[in-house]
């Protein structure tokens, strides 16, 4: 445990920031207001304020016509630019595109569209994921006069699932620097985490007899999945398996005969490992194997089967359902 976890200030700060994001609404889309845009000075910005008023007291002190002028200028350019950072912000649009699956432990990029109806450029916004876990990593963008731009915004999401979009922040600190306007946004979008693959999973398993198919003949564990063998002089192209020739530089083809006999299955109950985390890592690596392999698989886990097949959706579907499981 830290020493961050153990700081009652920081404790306190953590619950604070969980009740208050927990009270603002799930929107993917966001419309900056008066209500929901907040302006506190920066550290500059308090530094100024001290220079004003020692500026102000020696003017009073003795009498300089020209302290006042030089204190008064200044004020007026801060309160200017305290006016000008609340506006750069206030207004803008934020719309968050429906994010993609992604594996975990990888990052999420998330697009999210700024969009400005003023008729003036929008200067200096930075987006950002409000992840208390991890360092803050800032987007920084200029929107266009009546326009809109996308900017990409990550987080790495550590387990499989189905996960809320964390939250964002958005902020701004120009022109001057001595005001910081934000914004905190809770998008309603989730996304789907699948599992992280095991990094060197053991060979596909071997083919199970189908039902009612040749039972005599015996799987062996070759490694490789009993549809497919070395290319024969004579085959035609279309049972070349063009996948695996890109990989192994070898021209293989699909066995009809023996891809009629056997079906390759990734059983949940067969995975080896002893952790179920582990059996559904290794399930997700054979599933892209099986995929680049262009084979055809099906899958089993506890409480669901999926029949054997192929193709992008078939694999989509495949980890979902390790995802979900």
Known sequence: MDAATLNPLSLVRRRFRQWWQARLPLTDTYTLTQRNVYILPTRPGWMLALTLLVLLVGSINYQLNLGYLLTFLLAGSALVGMHVCHATLRGLTLNLQTPAQQFAGTAATLSVVLSNARKSVRHSIGLAVLDATHEDHWTWTDVPAEGSCTVQVAFRPEKRGLHRVPPLTAETRFPLGTFRVWTVWRPAAQVLVYPAPELHPPPLPPGEPRAGGAAAARAQSTGEFEGVRAYRRGDPLKLVVWKKAAKSDELVSRDTMQAQRYELW????????????????????????????????????????????????????????????
Do not use: M, N, T
């Not at 054979?286 to 084979?295: I, P, R, T, Y």
């Not at 506890?302 to 054997?308: N, R």
């Open 266 to 325: 990734l059983d949940f109950a067969g995975a080896g490992h002893q952790d179920r985390e582990g059996r559904i890592s290794r399930l997700a690596a054979w599933v892209l194997q099986a995929d680049k392999l262009d084979q055809d698989y099906g899958l089993r886990l506890p409480g669901l089967q999926i029949k054997p097949g192929s193709g992008e959706a078939h694999k989509r579907r495949c980890l979902e359902a390790l995802a979900l499981c």
